[in-house]
Nanobody, 117 residues
């Protein structure tokens, strides 16, 4: 399973970015695609996830109402639309794949999101 995250960048507070996660490989190993983020010195934090088949979505409380996770028609690319960005959203964002949404075995390389105040 391979994952390629892209779309990060520098944006002002209140702005928007859309991250993309291109996935490939064994489909049963990527039933769930999740987005996580990490700030240096802190633990990796769950952001959102989507079920590739059923489309069920889950969000961290810190991003509810601001971020939207979605998947394309071929179920190969997952997006994270981030609106109303805050400086505290600054982090490296990773996408990851899981069989069961509990253990993410496959990770992409990360993309930097920086929100200036």
């Amino acid at each position: 399973v391979q994952l390629q995250a892209s779309g990060g960048g520098l944006v002002q507070a209140g702005g928007s970015l859309r991250l993309s996660c291109a996935t490939s490989g064994r489909t049963s190993s990527r039933n769930f695609i999740g987005w996580f983020r990490q700030v240096p010195g802190k633990e990796r934090e769950f952001v959102a996830r989507i079920n590739r088949i059923g489309g069920i979505k889950r969000y961290a409380d810190s991003v509810k109402g601001r971020f939207t996770i979605s998947i394309n028609d071929t179920r190969s690319t997952v997006y994270l639309q981030m609106n109303s960005l805050k400086p505290e959203d600054t982090a490296v964002y990773f996408c990851a794949a899981s069989v069961d949404s509990e253990s993410y075995a496959y990770w992409g390389q990360g993309t930097q999101v920086t929100v200036s105040s």
